[in-house]
């Protein structure tokens, strides 16, 4: 019974698989891809195709395998002792536990000068603007001629011309060959891109070829070919390699593509598609078509209900005609009606304006005028009469004469001023009365300024 629980309560112990696959999913996500430079050893090529070797440096060795869908594009083949740059993810190999790398590029160790080449005519270009957005011509929706610049006999002419049969036959194309590899490639590329404008066919180039290593793409690295490109008035595509494969010639085209097959897949409409919309298209005019159709005919049944017959207008027509003689008649019967009577009461008018009757009338008027007017002159003077009197004794009332009459007069000094108070003269000086009947002139004895009216003027 001891036993038992001394067993139940040890760890749970792994298997050899699950061990293995457990240490493969920590190496994979924990190394998600590396290049590793060193020295093939151990290279072998069954006849499956896959490479087999082991890479190495003066300490320590990591065993590699690189399948045959990979290692196609590399040429030249490598051999045992090579140093080579090599890309590829970290695993393991459960059936034997063993750690590898599984290679997806490898390349020649001392292409390092050539990156550095790549990296600094990069730098250059781009200072130049050559590779702004810019400056890139856009690519026709619908070419009217295609020209490919590349091999006559490489893969990469095959897939174009692949693509572009299954997609838009009906599209001419024009090869403009070229060698796609080593030192007379540069050259040969410019010619073809320079003889592709000087015949005027072509709306669109394809400029490319298949994958390789660095060293076999490197024409397309060159600075000549990168200006053609730049300096082409045709739209260009640029098709070098596979997708991992970045070149100059990339940069500076107007559109790059992964792969030759993938630029004729941008270049070229797709027939199916074209006959799609087409079919779409003419769906979509019957449809329109039909309902055009059936409005048609909607609005010409009804004009149709509302068209008459031309003998039963004529017959409207003529049934009006009668009712409208009998208006002009009844119209023209009241019309002579109406000026017979508007010509006896014109007569009667005329009568009363004739000349003598006028003149008995004006002979009326002022006989009475007459009267009336001699009235008038008697009452207005009767009126004058009465005002005049009343004036005349209002004025009496208030004549300076009739004061003086009352016994009273008007004094003035030596400077012929009225004499008002007893301050305006002095002792001595000359005044003049004026009374009712002549006047006086007196001589000033006494001024006595505060004297007062007597009560009685008799006084």
């Not at 199916?272 to 979509?284: A, G, I, K, S, T």
């Not at 409208?324 to 005329?350: C, M, P, T």
């Not at 009469?385 to 030596?414: C, E, F, M, W």
């Amino acid at each position: 019974m001891v036993n038992n629980l001394f067993q139940d309560a040890r760890p749970r112990a792994l298997s050899v698989s699950e061990l293995n696959h457990q240490a493969r999913h920590l190496l994979e996500s924990s190394f998600m891809q590396v290049w590793v430079e060193g020295e093939l050893s151990g290279f072998s090529r069954p006849s499956s195709g896959h490479w087999y070797f082991s890479l190495k440096d003066q300490k320590c060795q990591v065993r590699c395998a690189m399948f045959r869908g990979q290692n196609q594009r590399i040429r030249p083949l490598p051999k045992e002792g090579d140093q080579v740059r090599i890309r590829g993810k970290v695993t393991l190999y459960e059936n034997r536990g063993d750690f590898q790398i599984i290679v997806e590029h490898m390349e020649p160790a001392g292409l390092g000068a050539l990156q550095q080449a790549f990296e600094e005519l990069k730098r250059k270009l781009q200072a130049e603007g050559l590779f702004e957005a810019g400056r890139k011509k856009p690519i026709p929706s619908m070419p009217t001629h295609i020209g490919v610049i590349t091999s006559p006999t490489g893969a990469a002419i095959h897939d174009i011309l692949t693509v572009l049969e299954r997609r838009c036959p009906a599209i001419p194309i024009t090869l403009y060959p070229t060698t796609v590899q080593g030192k007379p490639a540069t050259a040969e590329i410019v010619c073809a891109i320079e003889a592709a404008q000087a015949h005027g066919l072509a709306d669109v180039l394809i400029v490319g070829r298949g994958g390789g290593s660095l060293e076999d793409l490197w024409c397309f690295n060159e600075e000549a070919v990168a200006r053609a490109i730049g300096a082409c008035t045709i739209p260009t595509v640029s098709a070098v390699g596979h997708e991992t494969d970045v070149t100059i010639a990339d940069f500076v085209a107007d559109l790059r593509a992964p792969t030759p097959s993938a630029a004729a897949e941008k270049v070229s409409p797709d027939q199916n598609e074209m006959l799609r919309q087409v079919n779409d298209r003419d769906h979509r005019l019957a449809n329109s078509a039909r309902r055009v159709l059936q409005r048609l005919n909607t609005k010409l049944e009804h004009l149709r209900a509302r068209l008459r017959d031309p003998r039963r207008e004529l017959l409207d027509k003529a049934q009006r005609l009668d009712e409208l003689e009998v208006r002009l008649g009844k119209a023209i019967a009241q019309s002579l009606d109406r000026s017979q009577v508007r010509s006896a009461h014109l007569a009667q008018r005329l009568a009363m304006q004739s000349p003598g009757t006028q003149l008995t009338n004006s002979r009326e008027v002022l006989d009475r005028s007459a009267l009336q007017l001699e009235k008038a002159i008697q009452q207005a003077l009767a009126r004058f009469n009465d005002k005049l009197g009343h004036t005349a004794s209002t004025l009496n009332l208030v004549s300076p004469l009739a004061t003086l009459g009352r016994g009273y007069a008007i004094v003035r000094d030596q400077r012929n001023n009225i004499v008002r108070n007893a301050t305006d003269v002095t002792t001595g000086d000359q005044i003049s009365a004026h009374l009712a009947n002549g006047s006086l002139t007196a001589e000033i004895k006494s001024v006595n300024p505060n004297s007062t009216w007597p009560k009685n003027p008799t006084d």
